[in-house]
Nanobody, 121 residues
Framework: QVQLVESGGGLVQAGGSLRLSCAAS????????MRWYRQAPGKLRELVAA???????NYVVAVKGRFTISRDNAKNTVYLQMNSLKPEDTAVYYC???????????????WGQGTQVTVSS
């Protein structure tokens, strides 16, 4: 099976920076797209950033210019560099990946457990 393990969440003051990491492990053949979602209290989960296997990226307008998503294919890891953080960035951040498993014939979708990011004013 496959697991996604996140790290890097925490408490930071407005204007500060934080770097999230998510490492995939297990019976993986190839990872397709990797994504970061977030969910604030009382809000729906939203897509924050995505990066394809070819390196193409997309961001929600609210974080564009402040956040950068990247990946290290050798480590099966995706990163989210968050700069100029604002209180409205406070949320639980979730890592997501769709991938081909060993001995599989279709894409599978996996989620991390989530990591709390809190930005104080």
């Amino acid at each position: 099976q496959v697991q996604l393990v996140e790290s890097g969440g925490g408490l930071v003051q407005a204007g500060g920076s934080l770097r999230l990491s998510c490492a995939a492990s297990g019976s993986i053949s190839k990872i397709n797209t990797m994504r970061w979602y977030r969910q604030a209290p009382g809000k729906l989960r939203e897509l924050v950033a995505a990066i394809t296997s070819g390196g193409s990226t997309n961001y929600v307008v609210a974080v564009k210019g402040r956040f950068t998503i990247s990946r290290d294919n050798a480590k099966n890891t995706v990163y989210l560099q968050m700069n100029s953080l604002k209180p409205e960035d406070t949320a639980v951040y979730y890592c997501n990946a769709d991938l081909w498993r060993l001995a599989g014939d279709r894409l599978y979708d996996y989620w991390g457990q989530g990591t709390q990011v809190t930005v104080s004013s």
